[in-house]
């Protein structure tokens, strides 16, 4: 008698609404514009990929989308991948197509090197200007933010640091652009950092990657085997090849833990 109830039951159930990607597609595109949330934006863009009733312009339009949303955050190669894949799989959705292409086709014009590395430009207290805090724009300040007092040099210097609401112990502040000036070269980036730490297990630690081409490792290196710890001035260095097929290169300060990264004096240069 119970089973028979449970099935009856069952099958006056209401079924499951339809899954409607051009509404979940709307949705995404609402948290990532209105909302500001990039990162959530991301995970909703990919659930549209994975469901096979998605058409292709839908499809199409929520990889243009992702790409967007990665290269917000500082994830070009990704944002490569996107892109890639919607000039690679869709390209009867020629206007959107048109759109990943020029994407691709603009970074190394609009993303030729570092910038700001001295720290002159911008407002203090904002994230310094040519560097990028991957989280949400309404929490960038509060994990990176331009100094002009306690500094090394009078050009300015920045803090890195993690509040302490934030869901992960570690805050960033880096830069990403093209690789094509630089490839076949050794590179070399330097920077002047001290911690002022909370807790005994606070460190920083400064970055240097190579994003290759077909998603292929490159040169990385982020001092996890010496990391900083000094309260003093002192300037660190990370020195490594860019191979011949890179796209990008990135670079920056980590903080992990409590305490409050400072940076000054950021260098990056080839060597040979």
């Not at 028979?4 to 006056?12: Q, T």
């Not at 300037?235 to 409590?258: H, Q």
Request: hydrophobic share 40%.
């Amino acid at each position: 008698m119970i089973l028979a109830i449970l099935i009856a039951a069952s099958l006056r159930a209401d079924p499951a609404p339809a899954f409607d990607a051009e509404l979940e597609l709307e949705r995404a595109t609402h948290r990532e514009i209105v909302v500001g949330d990039p990162l959530g934006a991301i995970e909703e863009y990919r659930v549209i990929l994975a469901h096979r009733e998605a058409s292709n312009e839908v499809v199409a339009r929520a990889l243009l989308r992702l790409g967007r949303c990665q290269e917000q955050l500082g994830r070009r190669s990704e944002a490569r991948d996107s892109y890639s894949r919607l000039i690679r799989d869709y390209g009867d959705q020629t206007p959107i197509v048109s759109q990943a292409r020029a994407q691709i086709a603009g970074w190394e014009d609009l993303l030729p090197g570092p910038r700001n590395l001295e720290f002159r430009e911008g407002i203090t207290g904002r994230v310094p200007p040519g560097w990028i805090v991957p989280a949400l724009p309404k929490d960038a300040d509060s994990l990176a933010e331009l100094r002009r007092m306690g500094c090394r040099t009078a050009a300015g210097c920045a803090i890195v640091r993690v509040p302490p609401n934030a869901p992960s112990p570690v805050a960033n502040l880096m830069q990403s652009f093209g690789a094509a000036a630089y490839r076949g070269k050794t590179v070399r980036l330097r920077a002047w950092l001290k911690l002022e730490p909370a807790d005994s297990q606070d460190r920083a630690q400064m970055f240097l990657s190579v994003d290759r081409a077909n998603r292929q490792t490159g040169f990385f290196d982020n001092m996890s085997d010496r990391p900083v710890r000094s309260a003093e001035w002192a300037r660190y260095e990370i020195a490594g090849p860019v191979d011949r097929d890179a796209t990008f290169i990135n670079f920056g300060v980590m903080s992990i833990g409590k305490g409050t990264v400072w940076v000054d004096d950021v260098s990056f240069e080839i060597v040979k």
